[in-house]
């Protein structure tokens, strides 16, 4: 704690990635200061940097949706236990997961997840067609009292997230939504994020309690575990049928609506730290990094006001020009500790302004990604930053999909399926669409069918499980 | 359901507002469509447009505290009861109205506020004086299961709010801290949500439960009852000595922190609906009103196309100009009852085009505060929107000032003061300081003593309760 070396001792990231993937993932999230573990059993607190992140991933897509005519509402955090039996999969796909409180009128759930709550207040806001289609979302808290291991950001038993709902006159028109929402997801986050994701439909078995389809994006970590980036799900006509609702039609006729609901998850947050992530800490997307841009003065004695001055002058240019960027002031650390910290908190650009620097009328430029450094003359600075900054989020891009596309492999025997799951691979196969083939490979590899893709070169051969004409080529894989 | 005119029976407020403030109330919040009742007892669903308010009070709120270098953060939902029991006055203030949880492990509140949770963070990440300020803040929900009657905003178990909390290295800098975020919300009543206030500090009974001083900002609302409008407390060391919060400052010792707790809740929606509402219904301040402008096209079937393309552009040349702008282009609709529509949902700001209109190179400009029309000339619209919403801001202050001065009375007698709570006015008293004599007042008139003001001109008489020499004079009133 005393003078400017104190803290080396136990700064930076001291697991290597390839080595313990899971302690290194912890190390990071604690040590950048993203998040911690709270006292209470399966929860966490997500600490200012950590839900910075999560600001600039909810102003992106709150964005998207308001533009396409979706608005934010708010709903209960306690659902009444019959609201959950109306739908009976919902029900029983969740009851195990809900935490209740008991009151004197009877017991409420804390909300694992809102469909219930909220269509029964569409059965009372949905008279007619003019009232369609209803675009609600809800940015929130939602609580499953999971009792598997707790992993920050990925598995706790309490999460924020946004879940919309809509509501329409047409199965298609609910198709469509689904399908648009869907591609905004994959907008986000291979291009906010900088993760590659495969998109497609869930298989039967793994689909939303009540849904009538489940599209998904599956991304691959680096422990050769699939993670489910968000989904989105056309639930048909089973929980309007449920709830009563429906609407007067332009024919005079009584219908159901049709209706999709769809969410993405703080969970986002640590996909970044373990797609892109290094020995050093992380390595955050320009896009959703809180600061873009650290600058470090390099200060000796004699020239600490003029070498300041002149990095206050550059930091007010950069901002102008829209860029989020830190001065890193504080003169009880020495310019080395601070290094150290901006790339362990994976700031994508450093800048070192020091007295030569300031003679020379440049700056030195260090990329975190590759740790490349450059010279860059003063007056070229916004420019070259921004070059920079866009330079960086399309190699994090392209990192992550070639780690994507190296660890994809095909299997035609159920043995190279195997083998190819104990090699954590994401693995290309062909399916009958049967459950139980499907349950054999989860019970005899622990992989399950992730996602059946929309697109796909391959065409469906053999079943890897049964050997009979296979309906889909499917990704598979252990996940999340 | 059918026609023009078929929702004209049930459409507009049928309640006067001076006739029966509370189900007038209740009329405008469920007709204009910014709440619901919850089928959750206590218990309220904030529907889009009420939401849409709330985000614009988030989005000034959170840039002004940003400015001055506070961030978001996010604690858990649960609190164990252990944390609670930590601070003996917070936890007997809190106790009686929180909901419980039963885990295998033990026993958690859902958070009525967020102090311990947080604060036992706070012992953990704070070690040196480097770590101070710390100044955090969290958008969520909380919940107070309270047994009084449900009041939409104004009082539900669960409500959303922020609430800040910062530590300091000394008293005078959480004394500042306090006061400058006190400054912060009057500001943003005064200026955005055009509601005056009364500042000051809470008396001793008042006050916070584990707060040293607590800052109140007062309004008046019609009903002759005073709404606290957001609080700010100066929590001393109470909780940093019951945590253990302490950092070793520059001097080489080891001290506790000096903390304040601040917020502001969903009930300042309350508050705009019952100080600006009118017998039409809503009547929103410009500043935070979701739709600023409403285009209402005057349609005539042989002109719909032109009328319709000179509004699209009305609407496209005022949104550039940094308006909020909704065209009602349904069709199902007269332009009679869109007026009306749009008055109760309480738009600033109406502007009819017809055909005639458009021959003249006009706009009807409707203001909703005072109803007066205007003729403007469409080359000029976008300065004169601008200056008309600039005058209904003001405008709404004016009035809502006027009506506070013009119920604000001194009692000099304690005749006076009973016969002025029960005339349902705010009244301007001395007090000796002595509970005993709050108390009195409280058991005789229901009023308590809402502020110690902060400016006051009168100088402390005799005690309006003992007839002692008084310290203070203070603001008594029933309330929320």
């Not at 007619?128 to 992993?151: A, I």
Request: charged share 30%.
């Amino acid at each position: 704690m005393s003078g400017k070396t104190g803290k080396k001792e136990t700064q930076g990231i001291t697991i290597k990635k390839d080595e313990d993937f899971s302690e290194w993932y912890n190390e990071v999230i604690l040590k950048a200061g993203l998040a911690d573990f709270a006292p209470i059993g399966g929860c966490m607190t997500i600490r200012p940097y950590g839900y910075a992140i999560w600001e600039n991933i909810q102003k992106k897509f709150d964005g998207m949706i308001k533009d396409k005519g979706h608005k934010n509402a708010y709903f209960p955090l306690f659902i009444p236990e019959s609201f959950l039996q109306k739908e009976s999969e919902h029900f029983e796909g969740f009851v195990p997961e809900v935490a209740w409180v008991e009151a004197d009128e009877g017991k409420y759930a804390i909300r694992p997840t809102s469909e219930t709550i909220i269509y029964d207040a569409y059965s009372k806001w949905i008279r007619s067609w003019r009232d369609l289609p209803m675009l609600l979302n809800q940015w929130c808290n939602v609580v499953r009292w999971e009792t598997k291991v707790t992993k920050l950001f990925m598995r706790t038993r309490e999460f924020l997230w946004q879940e919309g709902h809509t509501a329409h006159a047409t199965d298609k028109e609910a198709h469509d939504e689904m399908m648009m929402i869907l591609g905004m997801y994959v907008d986000l986050i291979k291009n906010s994020l900088a993760i590659p994701v495969i998109e497609g439909e869930k298989s039967a078995t793994e689909r939303f309690a009540g849904a009538k389809i489940t599209t998904t994006m599956e991304s691959l970590m680096p422990d050769g575990k699939a993670l489910q980036m968000g989904t989105s799900h056309h639930l048909g006509q089973h929980f309007s049928k449920a709830f009563g609702i429906k609407f007067l039609d332009k024919d005079g006729k009584e219908k159901h609506v049709h209706q999709t609901s769809w969410g993405i998850t703080t969970r986002l947050i640590g996909a970044i730290v373990s797609v892109h992530g290094d020995d050093k800490g992380l390595v955050l997307p320009p896009k959703i990094a809180p600061i873009q841009v650290v600058i470090v003065p390099i200060i000796f004695d004699k020239n600490k006001k003029e070498t300041l001055a002149e990095c206050r002058k550059v930091k007010e240019t950069l901002e102008k020009s829209g860029l989020s960027v830190e001065l890193d002031e504080r003169d009880s650390y020495s310019a080395g500790w601070k290094f150290n910290e901006w790339e362990m908190k994976g700031v994508p650009l450093r800048l070192e302004i020091g007295p030569r620097d300031i003679d020379n009328k440049q700056a030195v430029f260090v990329r975190r990604d590759t740790g490349k450094k450059d010279t860059v003359k003063l007056k070229d600075l916004e420019k070259n930053a921004k070059k920079a900054l866009e330079e960086i989020q399309n190699k994090l891009l392209s990192n992550a999909k070639k780690h994507l596309t190296d660890n994809t492999v095909s299997a035609k025997t159920y043995e190279e399926l195997k083998s190819a799951i104990e090699k954590k691979k994401m693995v290309r196969a062909s399916w009958c669409e049967n459950a139980a083939c499907e349950e054999k490979i989860k019970d005899e590899t622990a992989a399950t069918i992730r996602v059946i893709p929309f697109k796909e070169k391959e065409k469906p051969g053999k079943c890897i499980a049964c050997g009979k004409k296979a309906k889909h080529v499917v990704y598979l894989s252990r996940a999340y």
